[in-house]
């Protein structure tokens, strides 16, 4: 579904992504894992189109969306739920949401849309018309994917979805994904946190300084000596 | 209680209306795009000429000619953001303050070119209300009502419409409002169309109370500045509340002292309000 070749890209003369290929297939739910200052998030903007690529090609379905604007990759079926969250906090929750659905495709199943949603998060539905500043972190994170949901993508793009968020949270945050896994949408996870990630992914890449250096089955990333030794601390 | 006093409280409310509708305009333009539109009050300037040229030189229907001073208005807006702002949108807000400034000069001295400083009026001449000894002018009273149910219009766009939550976002993350598949440039396009159809609505208020020359937007720009600071710049609510505040104190003031002292009024407690409060009188 996702392909990408040999991206480059960065900002101004400082270069974040070398020659970065990879592939999602219809229906997986594929990890980018990694360290801090890796290029992670920089992939993440370079497939929804905030940060330019200088180079490479990137597909969706065999269509080409180099060069195409974040505001209308929307439209092409991907929603990048961003690093941190980034809700519209003074906005209510419901507003959120309702912004996600602001593609006129979405805009048609609006209610529909909204009815799914709330019935994979229903803390949602209670809190909303409260301003989602208010909401605590993992709640934050519900209230972040379903609004990324409201455009009904094939595609979710997770930035770091347990940043910043207490452990207990985190945990929360994995059944989540699982849960989302589960309806048959095709997800590309960037993470730090290696051991949960690895535990909810079908496949991983490892990113480093901006380069892919391993590829595997998360079974296969889990056994590695490299990894384990290097991320895990075994 | 004394009826002349209020009299001069029911005017005060019915300007405030006006009022309150130009300095939602400017405050939906600042709290979306972040630029203060400083020839904002020469905008309304050019509707009055609008609706008076249309109707009053032309002979059109009054309703035509004020529905031509919205559009034409609005297009206006549309013209200032795409040619002045667009272009320097990334730059200091000094210089956007200077540009919309220097169009101020451009647009009171194009009109005077094309009008001359004649004061001009419509000439329509509705007829004053009397209710228990109290005077209050049908012109006064349509000017608000309009004013009102403009307002009221403008708060269900924003809240009912895509366009409209895109617009209260847009300001909260001018990023990440991309990823839910919203122009950045077209929602300000939106808005300054929006600022500038309010400006020309209530061109037509104006019009039907005061004459019209070139520098009218002096007489009651620095009015529509200092409400929408009182009640915190960008902040609607507070600017509509603000209004309020200001106009009475201007009625009020003018009915015990006269009017010019109830203006140094009005300024003197601005003033200190914003020693008080510099954030605006209502919000955080």
């Given at each position: 579904m996702l392909s990408l070749f040999d991206v480059s890209a960065g900002y101004g003369s400082f270069r974040a992504l070398f020659g970065v290929s990879l592939e999602v297939a219809a229906g997986e739910t594929v990890g980018v894992i990694g360290p801090n200052g890796a290029g992670k998030t920089t992939l993440m903007r370079v497939i929804s189109?905030?940060?330019?690529?200088?180079?490479?090609?990137?597909?969706?379905?065999?269509?080409?969306?180099?060069?195409?604007?974040?505001?209308?990759?929307?439209?092409?079926?991907?929603?990048?739920?961003?690093?941190?969250?980034?809700?519209?906090?003074?906005l209510s929750v419901e507003d959120n949401l309702r912004i996600g659905a602001f593609i006129p495709a979405a805009r048609r199943h609006f209610a529909e849309q909204l009815a799914w949603v709330y019935q994979l998060f229903p803390q949602l539905r209670e809190r909303r018309s409260q301003p989602a500043g208010t909401l605590s972190g993992g709640e934050q994170q519900m209230c972040a994917i379903g609004r990324a949901l409201m455009s009904r993508p094939r595609l979710l793009l997770m930035d770091?979805?347990?940043a910043?968020?207490?452990?207990?949270?985190?945990?929360?945050?994995?059944?989540?994904?699982?849960?989302i896994r589960a309806e048959g949408l095709t997800v590309l996870i960037v993470e730090q946190n290696i051991q949960q990630v690895l535990g909810v992914v079908d496949r991983a890449y490892l990113l480093e300084v901006g380069a892919i250096r391993l590829s595997g089955t998360s079974t296969e990333l889990k056994n590695n000596e490299f990894i384990r030794k290097a991320y895990m601390g075994l | 209680m004394d009826m002349f006093l209020l009299e001069a409280a029911i005017n005060g409310l019915l300007l405030a209306g006006v009022l309150a509708l130009l300095t939602?305009?400017?405050?939906?333009?600042?709290?979306?795009?972040?630029?203060?539109?400083i020839a904002y009050a020469d905008l309304v300037m050019c509707g009055m000429y609008v609706v008076y040229w249309l109707f009053a030189v032309f002979g059109w229907p009054l309703p035509l000619a004020f529905a031509a001073s919205v559009v034409g208005v609005a297009v206006l807006g549309v013209l200032v953001h795409l040619l002045i702002i667009a272009p320097i949108l990334g730059s200091a807000p000094i210089n956007q303050l200077l540009a919309t400034g220097g169009l101020l000069y451009f647009l009171q001295s194009f009109a005077t070119l094309i009008f001359t400083t004649d004061?001009?009026?419509?000439?329509?001449?509705?007829?004053?209300?009397?209710?228990?000894?109290?005077?209050?002018?049908?012109?006064?009273?349509?000017?608000?009502?309009?004013?009102?149910?403009?307002?009221?219009?403008?708060?269900?766009?924003?809240?009912?419409?895509?366009?409209?939550?895109?617009?209260?976002?847009?300001?909260?993350?001018?990023?990440?409002?991309?990823?839910?598949?919203?122009?950045?440039?077209?929602?300000?396009?939106?808005?300054?169309?929006?600022?500038?159809?309010?400006?020309?609505?209530?061109?037509?208020?104006?019009?039907?109370?005061?004459?019209v020359h070139p520098f009218i937007g002096n007489t009651f720009g620095p009015l529509i500045f200092m409400i929408c600071v009182l009640g915190g710049l960008g902040n609607m609510i507070g600017g509509f509340v603000a209004a309020f505040i200001i106009s009475q104190i201007i009625a009020i003031g003018g009915y015990y002292f006269s009017t010019e002292l109830s203006y140094v009024l009005a300024f003197i407690l601005f003033i200190l309000l914003m020693f008080v409060r510099p954030q605006g009188i209502v919000g955080r």
């Open positions: 189109g905030l940060v330019a690529a200088s180079a490479g090609a990137i597909s969706l379905d065999g269509r080409s969306i180099v060069g195409i604007p974040a505001h209308r990759t929307v439209a092409r079926g991907i929603a990048h739920v961003p690093e941190n969250r980034r809700l519209f906090p003074k770091e979805p347990s910043g968020l207490a452990p207990l949270v985190v945990q929360e945050v994995f059944e989540l994904i699982r849960r | 939602l305009g400017l405050n939906l333009i600042f709290g979306v795009i972040d630029v203060v539109w004061f001009r009026n419509i000439g329509v001449r509705l007829p004053v209300l009397e209710i228990g000894g109290i005077y209050i002018s049908y012109s006064r009273l349509l000017a608000f009502g309009v004013a009102l149910a403009g307002a009221t219009a403008l708060y269900f766009f924003l809240k009912r419409t895509y366009i409209g939550t895109a617009i209260r976002a847009i300001a909260q993350d001018r990023e990440i409002i991309g990823l839910m598949g919203v122009d950045q440039r077209r929602i300000y396009l939106v808005t300054s169309a929006i600022g500038g159809a309010l400006a020309g609505l209530g061109a037509c208020l104006l019009a039907l109370q005061y004459d």
